[in-house]
Antibody, heavy 121, light 108 residues
């Protein structure tokens, strides 16, 4: 069965860095675009970044562009998010999500359990 | 960027009620809209894609319709397990994959 397991969250000081990981299993990882979506405490969902199946195309929300880097290791079925220059407003639960495309239809059909990042001094 | 506006932001209804949530796009997105359900402490779950197509395994009391800029999501007969926050998401103009701000559904 499809499984996405998020890890790497924790408490970090403003301006520092953190790296999140998402371990994928139960599907052919190399054929799917993957994403990170976050949710600040008590707030809604915010798309953060996406990466194409081969890793050649990367997309970022304006709020994280230049600070976060999405990457993937298809040999290890792992998605990563390197977060630099962290700010208090980056505090959130971070979810990895699989994007399925069928013709012109795109949706996020599987999600990780989420990992909490707290940016605080 | 396309903005998605959901209403209401919260809703209280009784078991068995018909519940409707609306989502409005800031520009025409054809039918490129998904609906997700998120229960407290859990990851979101896809319910509807392409505005009106039910994801496999999702109960038929859930439905969606609309095209262009105006969309609706309906629960025909509210069940206790439907208590959650519901989000719309557009995928017409990417990136970003914009979500609505969410509608929190509670039992009266």
């Amino acid at each position: 069965q499809v499984q996405l397991v998020d890890s790497g969250g924790g408490v970090v000081q403003p301006g520092r860095s953190l790296r999140l990981s998402c371990a994928a299993s139960g599907f052919t990882f190399t054929t799917y675009t993957m994403h990170w979506v976050r949710q600040a405490p008590g707030k809604g969902l915010e798309w953060v970044a996406g990466i194409s199946n081969a890793g050649s195309n990367k997309y970022y929300a304006d709020s994280v562009k230049g600070r976060f880097t999405i990457s993937r290791d298809n040999s290890k079925n792992t998605l990563s998010l390197q977060m630099n220059s962290l700010r208090a407003e980056d505090t959130a639960v971070y979810y990895c999500a699989r994007e399925t495309r069928s013709g012109g239809t795109y949706f996020f059909d599987y999600w990780g359990q989420g990992t909490l990042v707290t940016v605080s001094s | 960027d396309i903005q998605m506006t959901q209403s209401p932001s919260s809703l209280s209804a009784s078991v068995g009620d018909r519940v409707t949530i609306t989502c409005q796009a800031s520009q025409d997105i054809d039918n490129y809209l998904n609906w997700y359900q998120q229960k407290p402490g859990k990851a979101p779950k896809l319910l509807i894609y392409d505005a009106s197509n039910l994801e496999t395994g999702v109960p038929s009391r859930f439905s969606g319709r609309g095209s262009g800029t105006d969309f609706t999501f309906t629960i025909s007969s509210l069940q206790p397990e439907d208590i959650a926050t519901y989000y719309c998401q557009q995928y017409d103009n990417l990136p970003p994959y914009t979500f609505g701000q969410g509608t929190k559904l509670e039992i009266k």
